[in-house]
């Protein structure tokens, strides 16, 4: 009794769960999972040169290759401090620990040991750890390869790889979670890695074969670990959804694989909706995001996941986050973006793992160091939920949802006007000639559809009359659009409102000063709602277009698509831009 108790302490003051018992199905262990945290660009970094696997480095190596520090038990503790209850701990088994380019998978014994340690050093704080294999050098290239014996070897490695796994692993308990894949299975198919592939082996495989061969691949994976025996033969598997993107997988051609044990399969998915704002390489280049329609379409995404769960599934997104950019600056509204992806994921029953390299939870100082994000987490962990029913859990996180989304702005976008679907309003379309900027391009009048940093000047119309309209680029990454690839003025609904009526150019300012036009403007519409007169639009055949165009007099004779002088200096940089046009009947 007495040594019973001592092993009962220890385990509790290690953090242990060990004593817990195993959750009764794959929906229940996805509870448990909660909210996660990758160990992200640590032991998945790899250098994949062309002779690397020929002389491998010692694990430590690749571990901090990639601007991390090597993993201690302390960071894990501090992960597990912090409200995060599972961490994926993302590996690369063949580039970093095997010979594969020269046919050889057989796992270095090091780098085996060092995945272990770091595993013992998450259950000994307490977590729930999931390991895969990771992008690993492009490895799963040679699934597409041309080459038939480059085809077996892809599977017989797999295959390889996770006996050996099963087998290292095979003594941990429910706590240790395997995951078929990362995002490469079916997306990868196709790549071409140096190390592994060329030219000359990977093209590019049709839908129907890459969703069947990553249905196989997932199907050999439950096979090999349950075939293991042991703890294996119901270890709870987490296998890779097509690309792990949500609407591909849910594509009825992915298929969850057979599985011998009951209720111990979960699905992984990753989300970082939308990339232009979640991926983004700067906090100042990033779409803005916090409007009402952007959290209803996480909302709506992460929905479509029910056609898993309701099949009993449990979900895992493996991956998510507004990442910090190079620029090292946390974008704005990420709190509130991963508070809301946490309620969304509480509503729907979904456990997720945020995406990490330091850029959240910084682990050389065992912390977030950004206060409000800290606390988005701090009361999220295990602890705080133990006792309380699922249903309690669900319902907090949809009401604390719909009340974000309650308070979230129609429009993020400055002097953006809060108009009805029916309301006449001026604006200019614009794309930048390098690509770089561009606001509201379209027939439809769409503020939200803006490079960040422009500050947009809209105008209603309410009747005949004269009117100004601008664009300042000046808090754009560059400051400037690099000239004009197409751009004109926009009037929404000026059709119905005011039929018949005409633009007439009075001024165009670029960067303070008068730019003179290249012929004249002309008024029309291309889909009989938006009224426009282009300022620069060289894909327009103005023969064809005088049937459709009107101008205030009746004299068609010079008109253009492109009156912007595109070679004046001025439009070599544009900082500012600003028309005023007048807007009457034709005469």
């Known amino acids: 009794m007495i040594l019973c108790a001592a092993m009962s302490l220890l385990l509790l003051l290690c953090g242990c769960a060990a004593a817990e018992d195993a959750p ?31 002389n491998l480095q010692p694990p430590s190596f690749y571990e901090i290759s990639w601007g991390q520090p090597i993993t201690t038990p302390e960071m894990l503790q501090g992960m597990k401090s912090c409200g995060f209850d599972t961490i994926r701990i993302p590996v690369a088994w063949m580039t970093n620990a095997t010979h594969l380019a020269q046919g050889d998978y057989t796992i ?11 595993v013992n050093y998450a259950l000994d704080a307490g977590m729930i750890v999931i390991i895969n294999d990771h992008w690993d050098g492009g490895w799963w ?34 706590r240790l979670v395997f995951e078929s894949a990362n995002e490469e299975l079916g ?3 196709d790549e071409n890695s140096p190390l592994y592939c060329d030219d000359s082996l990977a093209h590019t495989l049709p839908d129907d074969q890459r969703y069947a061969l990553t249905n196989r691949v997932n199907q050999v994976f439950v096979d090999t670990v349950r075939a293991s025996g042991g703890n294996n033969a119901d270890r709870f598997l987490l296998i890779a959804g097509f690309g792990t993107d949500i609407d591909r997988t849910s594509d009825s051609r992915f298929q969850m694989p057979q599985d011998p044990a009951d209720s111990r399969l979960l699905l992984s998915v990753h989300y970082y909706g939308p990339w232009s704002y979640c991926g983004a390489s700067s906090a100042k280049g990033a779409t803005p995001w916090g409007k009402k329609k952007d959290f209803e379409e996480m909302y709506s995404i992460l929905s479509r ?35 809301a992806f946490l309620n969304c994921c509480d509503a729907l029953d979904l456990a997720s793992c ?53 308070a979230a702005p129609d429009s993020l976008v400055e002097n953006a006007l809060n108009v009805t679907p029916d309301s006449c309003v001026a604006w200019i379309m ?36 004269e009117y100004t309209v601008a664009l300042d680029f000046t808090g754009t990454d560059k400051g400037y659009a690099s000239n004009t690839a197409f751009s004109a003025i926009g009037i929404s609904n000026g059709e119905q409102k005011f039929p018949g009526y005409c633009i007439y150019f009075t001024e165009v300012i670029v960067n303070g000063e008068p730019l003179k036009l290249k012929g004249r403007n002309y008024t029309c519409s291309d889909d009989g709602k938006c009224t426009r007169s282009n300022l620069y639009n060289e894909w327009v055949d103005i023969k064809n277009a005088r049937s459709g165009a009107r101008v205030l007099h009746g004299d068609l004779t010079g008109i ?14 544009i900082r500012t831009l600003e028309i005023t046009f007048r807007y009457e009947p034709r005469k």
């Open 560 to 573: 253009s698509a492109t009156v912007l002088n595109r070679e004046a200096p001025a439009m070599q940089q």
């Open 430 to 465: 614009f794309s930048g000639g390098d690509g770089a900027v561009s606001y509201s391009v379209g027939n439809t009048y769409t503020p939200d559809s803006i490079t960040p940093g422009i500050v947009p000047m809209d105008v209603e119309i309410t009747g005949p009359g």
């Open 305 to 339: 996941l029910k056609k898993f769960t309701s099949a009993g599934y449990g979900i895992v997104i493996g991956e998510y986050g507004a990442l910090s950019g190079s620029d090292g600056i946390m974008k704005k509204n990420a709190p509130a973006y991963h508070e």
């Open 141 to 174: 290239g040679m699934f597409g390869s041309d080459t038939e014996e480059t085809r077996n070897l892809a599977m017989e490695a797999y295959t390889g790889m996770w006996k050996q796994l099963s087998e290292r692993f095979g003594k941990y308990d429910w």
């Open 108 to 118: 270095s014994p090091e780098y085996m040991d060092r995945v272990e340690e770091i």
């Open 354 to 406: 945020l995406w990490d390299c330091s850029g959240f939870f910084v682990r050389r100082e065992l912390r977030i160091p950004e206060e409000e994000l800290a606390a988005v987490y701090a009361g999220r962990n295990a602890v705080s939920e133990a006792g309380r029913d699922y249903s309690e859990i669900a319902a907090t996180g949809k009401a604390a949802f719909d009340a974000m989304v309650e």
């Open 24 to 54: 009764e199905n794959a929906i229940e262990m996805s509870r448990r999972m909660g909210n996660g945290i990758n160990l992200g660009n640590t032991m998945e970094a790899c250098n994949n040169g062309k002779h690397s696997s020929l």
């Open 187 to 189: 997306a990868g198919f």
